[in-house]
């Protein structure tokens, strides 16, 4: 990615720093960056400090900016009434669970389909490929059928952790992302490996493994985002409300509890994703871009 | 390291030979045999979860499409499911619903990204605090995102954040939500603020490859910013921007969450109905996983329509 000084933009550095054009620069920079930050970051404040409000004060005209007489009982009862600690531990468990399965099954097929390059490699990989281009929509019905009843197995996995982890192995993706990152690690080191004896799951472990941390590292964040943010799959597999996902239990108890309350607990749900995100960023953005061709 | 020479072998045009099957003086029968089956081993964990949970399910759904299951007993009904399915008038409501709101959705939530991503690439200052502003909103879990501008943004009394705005501003307040009119645009710009993050960052990633050396051209040959935007970023960004646009209208076609949350399902005078709730509706409450299926069916034939067109502009131009 090139970046900064040397690389000339729409615009040239030399426009933008002298005369009119610095001016220009300026007022847009200062109008940009206070215009996102009141449209990003403040429906999060809104959101934060809205939480603390009284029912009477939420329902004031005009709203108030700060809260006048807060009240940390509203997320204290999301915690306690909606039992969020069991519904964060649930999301928790499964967000593991998914980058165990997706790093183990992932990894081998990616190390298989860019290495060791079996028979029929490819069309498996165009078939997986494939599976890019249908909509989650419109599998959702068949495949939980298929979880309710798996083939030949004959096994129900509702409510069962597997219905969440199973299913995320199954990503095309991930396994293109690491089989490209493979796929640039030289054959000459391989080779070496095998000169020296090491078996293929020995060159996996101790050559390609280590080599590729950062975009395990970046499929490991987007597994576990996606169990965050996952809504339908979970709400369909998970119906017990002891298995229950944050984000399913907060739209389940939303009907019939206070909207402070609801509120509280959406930022509380909210608070993982975003602290990874921070630690994160800079691989999350980096994976992204990764993944994206070059236009 | 030491460097270990490997013999030449013939190497198939375009694909540089693996070291595992590329050993030479050894390729007995049994040896490629074995070496087949350790690359098979490596790959059945995955290919396992592709079977049972993608592609299997895939066949299946078609089939259900065209059978009914009563009391444990399947009985094949051709196209019944799809006839059933087409005479309710909510389809054609849900139809119509999905396809205003991709067609909102690809002027808000694709251009505004595209900009924005153009203005993002020339500052010099506040880069990372920027971009990491418009990525966090895809970090928030969807029904927290939609919680929020449920309650706040769109209540339709005075006290919600956009009445509250337009009342200062002395503009007419909306009921939103309440309103069908307003219920698409409502879900579009909430949608837009929720996703538009993973857009820009793709397409930043892009424009830093354009080399400077064609806008300086295009300069000297005295063309302004909108013409340099015009004939070398978007020419230069092409492929990026069709397969976001692909992106983008797959996304949007299966309108859920939106409609589930922000107007309870079906919304004002089922303004809010969608494709993706319907399939839902039907498969998940009036138990008709058949004639869910049958919509599913529907949805991947008009979502391979798209494909197909996109495939033939992008090949065109090629």
Known sequence: ?295 | MAITTVPETPRKPGRPPSPYSARPQRTSLGRKVRDNLTGHTFLIGAVLCFVVFSWYPMIRGIMMSFQRTRRGETTWVGWDNYSRIIADPSFWTAWQNTFYFTVLALVLGYAVPFFVAIMLNEFRHAKGYLRILVYLPVMLPPASALFLFKFYAYDPSEAGLFNAILKALHLPTSQWMQSPEMTMPAMVVASTWMNMGGAVLIYLASLQNIPGELYEAAELDGAGIWRRIRHVTIPQTRLILALLAMLQIVATMQLFIEPLILANGAGAEDSATSVAYLIYQHGFFQNDLNGAAALGVIMLVVLAGFSAVYVRLTAKQD
Do not use: C
Not at chain 1, 98 to 119: E, G, N, T
Not at chain 1, 138 to 154: A, E
Not at chain 1, 247 to 275: C, D, E, K, L, R
């Open chain 1, 1 to 295: 990615m090139a970046q900064d000084s040397g690389t000339r933009t729409l615009i040239s550095h030399a426009q933008l720093s002298r005369g009119r054009g610095r001016v220009i620069y300026w007022t847009l920079l200062a109008v940009v960056v206070a215009g996102f930050t009141l449209v990003f970051l403040g429906p999060l404040y809104w959101m934060v400090t809205g939480a603390l409000k009284s029912g009477q004060e939420i329902a004031q005209t005009p709203p108030t900016l700060f809260p006048k007489d807060p009240q940390p009982q509203n997320y204290i009862d999301a915690w306690n009434n909606l039992a969020l600690a069991k519904l964060l531990f649930n999301t928790f468990y499964y967000a593991v669970g998914a980058v165990l399965f997706q790093l183990v099954f992932d990894s081998a097929a990616a190390y298989s389909l860019s290495k060791l390059r079996p028979m029929f490699g490819n069309v498996i990989l165009a078939l997986m490929l494939g599976t890019l281009m249908i909509p989650a929509m419109v599998l959702i019905v068949p495949q939980y059928v298929t979880v309710l009843d798996l083939p030949i197995l004959h096994i129900n996995l509702l409510d069962s952790p597997f219905a969440i982890w199973l299913p995320m192995v199954a990503n095309a993706f991930n396994i293109f992302l690491l089989k490209r990152f493979f796929d640039s690690i030289p054959e000459e080191l391989m080779a070496a490996a095998l000169m020296d004896g090491a078996t293929p799951l020995r060159t996996l472990w101790s050559i390609i493994l280590p080599l590729s941390r950062p975009i395990l590292g970046v499929v490991s964040i987007f597994a576990v985002t996606a169990v965050w943010k996952d809504f339908l799959w979970p709400k369909l597999v998970m119906p017990s409300p002891e298995t229950r996902t944050v984000s399913v239990g907060i739209y389940t108890f939303a009907g019939g509890t206070p909207m402070n309350v609801v509120i509280a607990a959406s930022v509380i749900a909210a608070i993982p994703t975003v602290i990874i995100f921070l630690i994160f960023q800079r691989n999350i953005m980096s994976g992204l871009t990764a993944g994206s061709l070059k236009g």
